[in-house]
């Protein structure tokens, strides 16, 4: 299954504070039904590909819509055929080496 990365920097907010934005991206995830983990620089989601998309989408919007001006939002998608791939396996695979 496909993982994204996804980082959002809120520009022009009342506070130089993340947490508020991450809080609110984890919701959206949530509420998307899909499996996440914050990371200190970004929150990585577990989903299909169009799944993924959309709630980038989402969470993008929404970031707009709770006060902040501007936003800089980054995604990494990483995706494979050859294999499975889910988000604690291969967190597992680095932690055991």
């Given amino acids: ?55 980038s989408s989402d969470i993008h919007r929404s970031t707009l819509q709770n006060g902040i001006r501007r936003v800089v939002t980054q995604i990494t998608i990483d995706d494979r055929l050859d294999g499975p791939m889910e988000l604690g396996t291969q967190v597992d695979k680095v932690k055991k080496q």
């Fill in 1 to 55: 299954m496909p993982l994204m990365e996804i980082s959002i920097v809120p520009v022009g907010g009342e506070t130089p504070s993340f947490s508020e934005t991450v809080k609110e991206a984890c919701r959206v995830v949530e509420q998307n039904g899909l499996s996440y983990q914050v990371t200190p620089t970004a929150t990585v989601v577990e989903g299909e590909i169009d799944q993924l998309m959309a709630v």
